[in-house]
């Protein structure tokens, strides 16, 4: 089994452009001021308020799921339309008008939206106004304070601390409204704070902290009443440091090969302080000591019988976790005829739009038996080339693609066909599927109605 380190790996990963294009939509928060997921906090654009709701076309009713007050990063488009978020004072008086377009209102019965307009001070009510007739089809009030918390604390039995642990707060509410708090931890000394729990009531909730990294954290806790929001920190503690979680990919457990045969050894380690170990710490070994380090590793000679291998993985804070499976070494002295293996077994690159750069990929070919082996190959699709036609293995083809001059927010497909004829004398072919993804292929909904307190990756207009 080869593992696809591109774009498109069939363990985890998906392509850079989409996975950056997700992380980028998806807002974080430092100092109350929503922030790019870079960590870099941008300047507001504005004291906003964020309304999420639904329109009932049937019934004349306008339902306000999510008001929350904030500053964004970037601000969606207002469209100007049928309908219009308006602000009125405590007297009445509008204090702004916004008129914008639900989502889709020709193929709905219940039209939703996701729209953001400066806050006023002063603002009492927000309503949904349908332009012309000037019906209120639905409002909600907003509180005149702003909900205070203070007294954000760890209560832990150890230090430093593992396991389940109480955070404990205070939050009032001046005008006595029920308020609800998102939890947030910072590991960098509060330049940037990740949720762990979103809309909790009450004034205490449990923590389990074998979910985080180790090392000094802080607390956040931010209560709101809906509309307005407060915050406050804790003191920084000391986590403790966690072990890394190794796996390996390649072979599987209880794999059975030939004496001398080449084996591929594939793994890695996820690691809650490190994300993912660094290669150079990832150590193979067998019953008899070590065999290499690596993420990779070709090892032909493994001893006849029953083999332990062994993956120990070793963080950057020095803690260290193995995981272990079992490969049996025959001695049937019946070595494998000549046969081909290719990998990564499929290619795949998502590009931004109007990008013109080559894109390339390198495919090993091995022969992974006993004779000469050789191989054509052949590609059914204009934009894609390959650097070789024709050779022998063990050796490497590359995979080039054009994206200049194709269309944008379009996947195109390929396929490169590799054909040989291995040591029995059995013709076949070995085929690898390639894609080319340009712009923004994605193809979500224009809107998405925001109906839970989660931080999801929103987009709209």
Not at 447 to 453: D, N, Y
Request: net charge negative; proline share 6%.
């Amino acid at each position: 089994m080869w593992r696809d380190f591109m774009g498109y790996c069939s363990f985890q990963w998906i392509s850079d452009y989409t996975y950056n294009g997700l992380y980028d939509d998806i807002p974080d928060w430092v100092d109350g001021v929503r922030k790019p997921s870079n960590g870099r906090v941008a300047a507001p654009s504005a004291d906003m308020l964020a309304i999420y709701g639904s329109i009932l076309p049937d019934t004349g009713v306008a339902k306000l799921t999510v008001i929350e007050r904030t500053s964004f990063n970037t601000v969606p488009p207002l469209v100007a339309g049928e309908f219009a978020i308006r602000l009125l004072n405590s007297q009445g008086q509008t204090l702004a008008n916004h008129p914008f377009t639900p989502n889709d209102p020709e193929d709905h019965a219940q039209w939703t939206f996701g729209q953001a307009v400066p806050f006023v001070a002063g603002t009492a009510k927000i309503q949904i106004v349908q332009i012309g007739t000037e019906a209120v089809w639905g409002e909600a009030a907003v509180s005149a304070n702003v909900p205070v918390v203070s007294n954000v604390a760890v209560v832990a039995g150890t230090n430093p601390v593992t396991g389940t642990v109480s955070v404990n707060w205070t939050a009032t509410d001046a005008d006595g409204d029920e308020l609800t708090a998102d939890i947030f931890f910072s590991q960098d000394g509060g330049t940037t704070f990740s949720p762990y729990v979103l809309g909790v009531s009450g004034n205490s909730t449990a923590v389990d902290t074998n979910f985080l990294g180790g090392g000094s954290t802080i607390f956040r806790v931010i209560a709101s009443d809906g509309v307005n929001m407060g915050q406050s920190d804790s003191a920084p503690f000391t986590l403790a440091n966690k072990p890394p979680t190794p796996a390996i990919h390649n072979p599987g457990d209880g794999a059975v090969v030939s004496w001398g045969q080449l084996i591929n050894f594939m793994g890695e380690a996820m690691d809650l302080q490190d994300g993912t170990v660094a290669a150079d710490n990832l150590a193979w070994s067998n019953q008899d000591g070590p065999l290499g380090t690596g993420a990779v590793l070709a090892i032909d000679d493994l001893p006849v019988g029953l083999n332990e291998i062994t993956l120990t993985a070793t963080n950057s804070k020095g803690v260290s976790a193995s995981t272990t499976i079992t490969v049996i070494v025959e001695d049937n002295w019946q070595l494998p005829v000549a046969d081909l293996q290719v990998g990564p077994n499929q290619v795949g690159w998502h590009v931004a739009a109007g990008e013109e750069a080559l894109q390339a990929t390198v495919v090993h070919l091995v022969n992974i038996g006993i004779g000469n082996l050789t191989w054509t190959a052949s590609e059914n699709a204009e934009w894609l080339t390959l650097n070789q036609y024709s050779g022998s293995a063990d050796t490497t083809v590359t995979f080039v693609a054009n994206p200049s001059g194709l269309e944008a927010d379009r996947n195109y497909t390929a396929d490169v066909t590799f054909a040989y004829t291995d040591g029995n004398g059995q013709s076949k072919t070995i085929t690898i599927p390639v894609s080319l993804s340009i712009g923004d292929v994605r193809n979500n909904p224009p809107h998405l109605l925001k109906t839970i307190r989660a931080y999801l990756p929103f987009i709209g207009r």
